[in-house]
Nanobody, 124 residues
Framework: QVQLVESGGGLVQAGGSLKLSCAAS????????MGWFRQAPGKEREFVAAISGSGVITYYTDSVKGRFTISRDNAKNTVYLQMNSLKPEDTAVYYC?????????????????WGQGTQVTVSS
């Protein structure tokens, strides 16, 4: 069993930055790929980024490439999402997820564990 708790969301102006954190409890954190997803009102949950258990492999959706960076610290059981050059269309609830999957896995149903989400709002 893995429990995930996100933090770091908030309100920021367009062009600004935020860094999300996701702290995991449970053993064998490094055996899970970690993903970040987001869900805007009235829309389906969508993939943002993922990272392999070792941290070597990362994967991003096209709309965030060059602006967002996913990383992890296995010693701290934590995964991060650094978000720069934020746009109003990045506004959503952001969720972290854990799964024994390849980091290129983008379907939410493939991930086993989910956090409660953290709100990110980008004003224009």
């Amino acid at each position: 069993q893995v429990q995930l708790v996100e933090s770091g969301g908030g309100l920021v102006q367009a062009g600004g930055s935020l860094k999300l954190s996701c702290a995991a409890s449970g053993r064998r954190f490094s055996s899970y790929a970690m993903g970040w997803f987001r869900q805007a009102p009235g829309k389906e949950r969508e993939f943002v980024a993922a990272i392999s258990g070792s941290g070597v492999i990362t994967y991003y959706t096209d709309s965030v490439k060059g602006r967002f960076t996913i990383s992890r610290d296995n010693a701290k059981n934590t995964v991060y999402l650094q978000m720069n050059s934020l746009k109003p269309e990045d506004t959503a609830v952001y969720y972290c997820a854990a799964g024994r999957v390849a980091p290129t896995t983008t379907r939410p149903s493939e991930y086993e564990y989910w956090g409660q989400g953290t709100q990110v709002t980008v004003s224009s």
